[in-house]
């Protein structure tokens, strides 16, 4: 069984950083794609940012260049480095691993909550 675990989310204010964690346990972690979703108060939830098993990473435009996506297959980890956070960067930031059968699992979420 897949589990996911996100940590590192909390209030800061803009322009402020935070670096979140997802910790994945029962999957070949080296071999699947993960990302990082996020869902606001009343809106969908969104991609912000993803790095697939040959590292290659995509961001939404919303954040690039603002956030950075990495991986630490020996930690099985994917951090998302968030800098430069702005009010409108809140909500529940999810992970999500995706096997290479095309499988998903979700993990918990963690609040982050920017304060202007």
């Known amino acids: 069984q897949v589990q996911l675990v996100e940590s590192g989310g909390g209030l800061v204010q803009a322009g402020g950083s935070l670096k979140l964690s997802c910790t994945a346990s029962g999957s070949n972690f080296r071999g699947n794609d993960i990302q990082w979703y996020r869902q606001a108060p009343e809106k969908q939830r969104e991609l912000v940012a993803g790095i697939s098993s040959t590292y290659y990473t995509t961001y939404d435009d919303s954040v690039r260049g603002r956030f950075t996506i990495s991986r630490d297959n020996a930690k099985n980890m994917v951090n998302l480095q968030m800098i430069t956070l702005r009010p409108d960067d809140t909500g529940v930031y999810y992970c999500?691993?995706?096997?290479?059968?095309?499988?998903?699992?979700w993990g918990q979420g963690t609040q982050v909550t920017v304060s202007s």
């Open positions: 999500r691993l995706r096997t290479p059968g095309r499988a998903v699992y």
